[in-house]
C-alpha cells in the first residue's frame, strides 16, 4: 500500500524560508513522478511542483518559480520542497502526491493525473 508523509509545515514570517518533506513507502517509484500541491481556505487545489523519479524532471507554478526547489533522494524515497522568499499567499495546506509518469508533462499540473496523496502540512506565512 502506497504511503506518502508530508512533514516540515509551520509558521514563518514573510520572507522567511520552510522546507517540506515527503516520505514515499508501498511501491518502487522509480516509474513514477512525484508533485506538491496546496489548498487555501475556500479555494481550490492547486499544482505547485512536480519531479520525475527517474529523469529528475521539474516543473513549476508561475507563482513559485524562482523561490520554490522541488527535489528527491532516491536513498531515502523523500522528495522535498524547499521554499524561500515566503509570502502570505503561500499560506496553505501542502499535499504531497504521485502518479505514473506522463507521456505529456502538462499533466503534471492537474491533480487527477495523482493516484496517490499525503494528508497535508500546513504552512502559515504571516506579513
Known amino acids: 500500500q502506497v504511503q506518502l508523509a508530508e512533514s516540515g509545515g509551520g509558521l514563518v514570517q514573510a520572507g522567511g524560508s520552510l522546507s517540506l518533506s515527503c516520505a514515499a513507502s508501498?511501491?518502487?517509484?522509480?516509474?513514477?513522478?512525484m508533485g506538491w500541491f496546496r489548498q487555501a481556505p475556500g479555494k481550490e487545489r492547486e499544482f505547485v511542483a512536480a519531479?520525475?523519479?527517474?529523469?529528475?524532471?521539474?516543473y513549476y507554478a508561475d507563482s513559485v518559480k524562482g523561490r520554490f526547489t522541488i527535489s528527491k533522494d532516491n536513498a531515502k524515497n523523500t522528495v522535498y520542497l524547499q521554499m524561500n522568499s515566503l509570502k502570505p499567499e503561500d499560506t496553505a495546506v501542502y499535499y504531497c502526491a504521485a502518479c505514473p509518469a506522463q507521456y505529456y508533462s502538462r499533466n503534471y499540473y492537474y491533480r487527477t493525473t495523482y493516484d496517490y496523496w499525503g494528508q497535508g502540512t500546513q504552512v502559515t506565512v504571516s506579513s
Open positions: 519531479i520525475t523519479w527517474s529523469t529528475a524532471n521539474t
Open positions: 508501498g511501491r518502487t517509484f522509480s516509474g513514477y513522478a
